[in-house]
């Protein structure tokens, strides 16, 4: 791999994992035009997807800090008695809000893993995933009239946003706009719609990194990659700092479809080359 892929791929995962136009979609279609072979980029992606968890921590970082610190209170409430006092106090509630969010995703993702893995190589199965995602950014836009925060959010409103993130892993679907479009039309606040996707992507790219990091890995990485690699998750950091700067603004100022606009073009643009060209 060269360095020139390396920061093409990594400004793919890290503004794509972000913004709502699917960086499992770009990637594939990247891998494919650059005839990089799957056992190459695979342990690539792995670290690409740790260079986005990067900069989500350093975006939301206080909710992070705010979290973990919640988290031992809730474990020294169950120790000494007092039970797990989920609306102790709305940072609390996030996190069990998070957690439920987070079953249906690991659900699907084990449930599916090889089925989702075998369309990654179909340019139809891409396309069709990035016409979807166009369609749910649209009726996400028109339906964004809720006013919920996490106080007035409930479990089934998570549960549905889990299940919205779990069906991203379909390539061309994109886990950012598929989770804002659960927390919108299950009323969410628009701000708070955005930074819960960001917060339960934390555990979602966690766990693909460990489910798909030993056979990433089994086979090992040519010192000749390491440069590339690094040079590629530094970029996939940089880029995805600024893709959720980005995003705040745009889902705040009610603009989204301009990414249906973008989403909707490539998918039929990748489906007319698979049916004609391919």
């Not at 989920?86 to 996030?94: M, S």
Request: glycine share 10%; proline share 3%; with cysteine.
């Amino acid at each position: 791999m060269t360095f020139i892929q390396a920061i093409i791929l990594g400004l793919a995962q890290g503004l794509a994992e972000f913004l709502p136009i699917s960086s499992s979609g770009h990637l594939a279609l990247l891998q494919y035009f650059f005839d990089i072979s799957a056992e190459n980029v695979l342990p690539f992606a792995v670290l690409l997807h740790l260079g986005t968890l990067i900069s989500v921590f350093v975006v939301y970082w206080k909710d992070i800090v705010d979290l973990i610190c919640e988290l031992c209170a809730c474990i020294k409430d169950l120790c000494t008695g007092k039970g797990l006092r989920i609306n102790a106090n709305p940072t609390r509630r996030l996190g069990f809000m998070i957690i439920v969010a987070t079953i249906p995703t690991a659900i699907i993702g084990l449930a599916f893993n090889d089925l989702f893995a075998g369309l990654y190589l179909s340019l139809y199965a891409i396309g069709f995933g990035l016409l979807i995602t166009g369609t749910i950014l649209v009726i996400a836009e028109k339906m964004a009239k809720g006013k919920k925060r996490v106080e007035q959010m409930k479990f089934r409103n998570a549960v549905l946003v889990g299940l919205m993130q779990g069906i991203a892993i379909w390539p061309g679907i994109s886990r950012s706009g598929s989770t804002l479009f659960g927390g919108l039309i299950s009323g969410l606040n628009r701000e708070f719609a955005v930074k819960f996707a960001f917060l339960i992507s934390i555990p979602s790219i966690l766990g693909s990194v460990i489910v798909e990091a030993p056979d990433a890995f089994s086979a090992g990485m040519s010192m000749g990659d390491l440069g590339p690699v690094i040079v590629g998750v530094i970029v996939s950091a940089i880029s995805g700092f600024f893709a959720i700067k980005t995003m705040i603004r745009v889902v705040s100022n009610k603009k989204l479809t301009g990414f249906s606009i973008y989403t909707w073009a490539l998918g039929a643009l990748v489906l007319l080359y698979a049916f004609f060209l391919a």
